[in-house]
């Protein structure tokens, strides 16, 4: 029997059935509007029985019916708000008015109506306006992430060698060429690499950062180029995009690009030449649109001689290279960047004696800018008073201060005894010629009583006559 009632006799009764079942409400009009068909759903709308409306412009229900200009003009029209007013109350819908053809000849009109009721309507508005909040505030935390830290005016300094490498960097920033930056580490790559995005054209586009040294090498190829879902054991269904994808429009930062290893070089090299991104797993292509930054502390031509750099990637990654001053290269900006690192511990009241100060200058500085900033955080620890004085200072510094080589013996033997003998007085003379020999400040500073320094002087033999001599041959300004 259930079969019997899908026979071509009985189809029109089922398509009445179903249609009249739906809480969509649906009519149909022919080119003249004249209503030909209309569920119960939305005759309840009108307020009208269904007997009455078929066979009658629609324009008598809807005195404002859009149903003349779409099968005049063949257009679709989508999403329109309406509000019809009968028996049961306000009713609000929204309408799509969908224009039938037949070889090309505009039959007549569809119109489906999305909601039944005013509540109904809110409730999906609501949702909508949820979901909107929601995407705004994930755009934002993205835009966020993807923001650079740090700008041109990061690179503090006044120096001259300093002053020259801003205005090179800017020119660089200017043009859409890739650029390597190099230098030791600790220089402020990243810093660079960020102003060189905040100068360019696309700095309102996302900065991305990838440090290559920090994926683990198995883990590389799906962090960049992402991949998608089922490609590997352990690959989230969704598929993930990659690190690169994220760059479009934008500029891409690979730091330490010399520890990246050789299949994601030639990978990363072909994204390069054509533009065209493939996730892990897929053959579909994606177009990126990015701007290539990089650096190294590393040789890469030794690493290029050594096959472990490919000479193709190379010459892509450094049409333009950019190398930042080592701290040593630029002593004069130490007593500003000091200021500057002070000023962001929120110790900017903090003084620096000259003393103090001419260590610090003295110093080699291997780690460079990240090693002065470290120091100088280790330093308000042992501060006094809100002062830093050599006393404040790491013992290692004092070991490339120039002006303290000759005051005191090189150890015999290089154990730890010794090592600490030997620091422990430099630190002393430094102490008591800046305090101008004047033992109880000198004591208060070293942080031990006067009668333990008269001990100490008296373990090494010191007094003002011959440390003022070893000042002397060791060119130390008191």
Known sequence: MTEDIFDASRQQN???????????????????YIVRFINEAYASYLGFPREEIVGRPITDFIPDSSAPRVTASGMAEMGELRTFKNREGERVIVVNRLPFKY???????????????????????????????????????????LAPRYCLDSIKGNSKTIRAFRDILVQYARTEVSVLIT??????KELAASAIHCESPRREGPFVCINCAAIPKELFESELFGYVGGAFSGAHKDGKAGLIALA????????????????????????????????????????????LVTATN?????????????????????????????????????????????ERMGKGEVRVTDSAMEVLMSYNWPGNIRELRNVIASS????????IDMCALSPELFSYHGTVQELAPQPSSQNLQSILAENELRLIILTLQEQGWNMTRSATKLGISRATLYEKLKRYGL?????????RRGGMSG
């Open 298 to 342: 590393r040789d890469l031509k030794k690493l290029l001689a050594e096959g472990l750099f490919r000479d193709d990637l190379y010459y892509r990654v450094s049409p333009a290279t950019l190398k930042i001053p080592s701290l040593c290269e630029r002593r004069d900006d130490i007593p500003l960047l000091t200021a500057h690192f002070l």
């Open 14 to 32: 089922l398509f009445d059935c179903i249609l009249n079942s739906l809480t969509t409400g649906i009519f149909v009009t022919d080119k003249d």
């Open 183 to 188: 230098g030791a580490t600790g220089t402020g």
């Open 380 to 387: 308000l620890g042992l501060c006094r008073d809100k002062i």
């Open 463 to 471: 007094n003002r006559n011959n440390c003022i001599s070893l000042s």
């Open 103 to 145: 070889q090309g000849r505009v039959l007549g009109m569809l119109a489906s109506a999305i909601f039944s009721s005013r509540e109904e309507f809110n409730v999906v508005a609501k949702r909508i306006e949820t979901l909107d909040k929601q995407v705004a505030r994930y755009a934002r935390r993205m835009k966020s992430a």
């Open 248 to 291: 479009d429009g934008g500029t891409l930062f690979l730091d330490e690009i010399g520890d990246m290893p050789l299949p994601a070089q030639a990978k990363l090299l072909r994204v390069l030449e054509e533009r065209i991104l493939y996730r892990v797993g897929s053959t579909e292509p994606r177009e990126v649109d990015f701007r």
